[in-house]
């Protein structure tokens, strides 16, 4: 294990372990005092969430509807059920709630075990858990801003090109004249009532129906799409549960570096031995761009050449901190490997 090849390369340190003389049960009490300030402290994160989840939810929204817009699609998505839109918002919710109670869960679990760790092995969780963070955020940020506007527009774009009609176009009978209609980029201010207009950012046809009871006028709308195969219009339920399976994958995918760091400290693979077979972790990083992404060239690079920098990545570490640096103990002779 990592902690007994860590003790068996570092000095003889007593641990700071006032818990080490307390009884069983004692231990046990620590525990359930830790449990309950760790769900002490959950409870204010989910109010904190249910009053953050509508925007936040509105945001996920706006990758997919952002290619929907590009495909001359409907941008609007739908709720098949009575209970699903609120589902879904409560799903963010929860989310919500388990990223932003984690530091505090954590440091609770950390105040409980420390006390029984060495100082070298203390050392260790102070850098690992940080770098986790890091790491998580930024594979969450990539997701966000750079696999989500590739990967929905290529789905998208392909089945609206799947059987797509082509329109064929005639003079227009004798007599016979086009009506055309006001095409604006954002609704007027004060539209009388029957008035319409098409609103090119919204995609939809718009009309004044009437005016509410403080003599605002009430708009409606009705989509507007570009003739394709297969109308693009998806649940929310689903896309946001498509969402958060990328975001766990691609938090997990982004701690390659520290999954490279614990098995060369652990001993159990060496720098040079990884060197050596880096086209063989080339060719696996493309499996796994192949296997989360739609398997389009572009989405798999985007995917697959980060994921073989963060190995490459996890080789710097590995030199640039050796266990017995991490630790605080004199570095031996094989703690530092040459490419």
Not at 92 to 119: D, E, M, N
């Amino acid at each position: 294990m990592l902690i007994h090849h860590i003790r068996a390369n570092t000095v003889s340190q007593s641990p700071d372990n006032p818990l080490a003389v307390m009884s069983f049960g004692d231990h046990l009490e620590e525990l359930r005092r830790r449990l309950l300030l760790a769900i002490a402290g959950i409870i204010p994160v989910f109010f904190v969430g249910m009053a953050i989840g509508r925007p936040l939810l509105g945001m996920l929204m706006v990758p997919i509807r952002s290619a929907l817009r590009a495909a001359d699609q409907p941008t609007a998505l739908l709720s098949t059920g009575p209970f699903e839109a609120f589902g879904t918002y409560f799903r963010v919710v929860l989310v919500v709630t388990i990223v932003g109670s984690s530091p505090w869960v954590i440091y609770q679990l950390w105040r409980f075990v420390a006390p029984g760790l060495y100082h070298s092995e203390k050392r260790f969780a102070y850098l690992l858990i940080p770098m986790s963070a890091v790491l998580t955020a930024i594979g969450l940020l990539f997701l966000y801003y750079v696999i989500l506007p590739v990967v929905l527009t290529f789905l998208v774009g392909f089945g609206t090109t799947i059987g797509r009609l082509d329109i064929e176009t005639a003079p227009l009978p004798q007599g016979v004249q086009l009506t055309s209609i006001a095409v604006l980029q954002a609704d007027p201010e004060s539209p009388a009532v029957g008035q319409e207009w098409i609103n090119t950012s919204l995609r939809q046809l718009r009309f004044c129906i009437g005016l509410n009871d403080e003599n605002a006028p009430i708009v409606v709308g009705a989509e507007l799409s570009s003739t394709a195969g297969i109308l693009q219009q998806y649940r929310i339920a689903e896309y946001v549960k498509m969402l958060l399976n990328f975001a766990l994958a691609f938090g997990v995918a982004f701690q390659m570096p520290l999954v490279v760091l614990l098995l060369g400290w652990a001993g159990i693979v060496e720098r040079e031995w990884l060197a050596r077979y880096r086209r063989h972790v080339l060719a696996i990083c493309a499996v796994l761009g192949a296997m989360l992404t739609p398997a389009d060239p572009l989405s798999m690079i985007l995917l697959a050449g980060p994921l073989y920098l963060l190995f490459e990545l996890g080789m710097i570490l590995l030199v640039l901190l050796p266990a017995s640096r991490v630790a605080g103990t004199p570095a031996k002779p094989d703690d530092v490997h040459a490419d």
